[in-house]
């Protein structure tokens, strides 16, 4: 059973920085597409990164140069790091970690919707105030 948990969020002040984890656990697909999506209560949720297999990652415009994906695996569990920095408070949402099923289009990574991801954890928190 593939679950997936967030940890990391928290409050912090405009400027400041955060880490995001997405531990994946039961998730033995050898080809995916893991992503950070967030939601503002409202709000439609939107795509903020990804990363494929091999580990090019993409970046949504409002983020880039600002927030860095990663990876790692480590007995069996594929972590995903998101290093945000110089966080502005419209970064404040609640963050979602997102991963691909056993089948998914091409460009998923390349043009990440919510509809192309079949696993997603419960969310973690970000508050940045001015």
């Known amino acids: 059973q593939v679950q997936l948990v967030e940890s990391g969020g928290g409050s912090v002040q405009a400027g400041g920085s955060l880490l995001l984890s997405c531990a994946a656990s039961?998730?033995?697909?050898?080809?995916?597409?893991m992503a950070w999506f967030r939601q503002v209560p409202g709000k439609e949720r939107e795509w903020v990164a990804t990363i494929d297999t091999t580990g090019p990652t993409t970046y949504a415009k409002s983020v880039k140069g600002r927030f860095a994906l990663s990876k790692d695996k480590v007995k069996n569990v594929l972590y995903l790091s998101m290093q945000m920095n110089s966080l502005k408070p419209e970064d404040s949402a609640m963050y979602y970690c997102?991963?691909?099923?056993?089948?998914?289009?091409?460009?998923?990574?390349?043009?990440?919707?919510?509809?192309?991801?079949?696993?997603w954890g419960q969310g973690t928190q970000v508050t940045v105030s001015s």
């Open positions: 039961g998730y033995a697909f050898t080809e995916y597409c």
């Open positions: 997102a991963a691909t099923g056993w089948t998914f289009p091409s460009d998923t990574c390349r043009a990440p919707t919510i509809s192309k991801f079949s696993f």
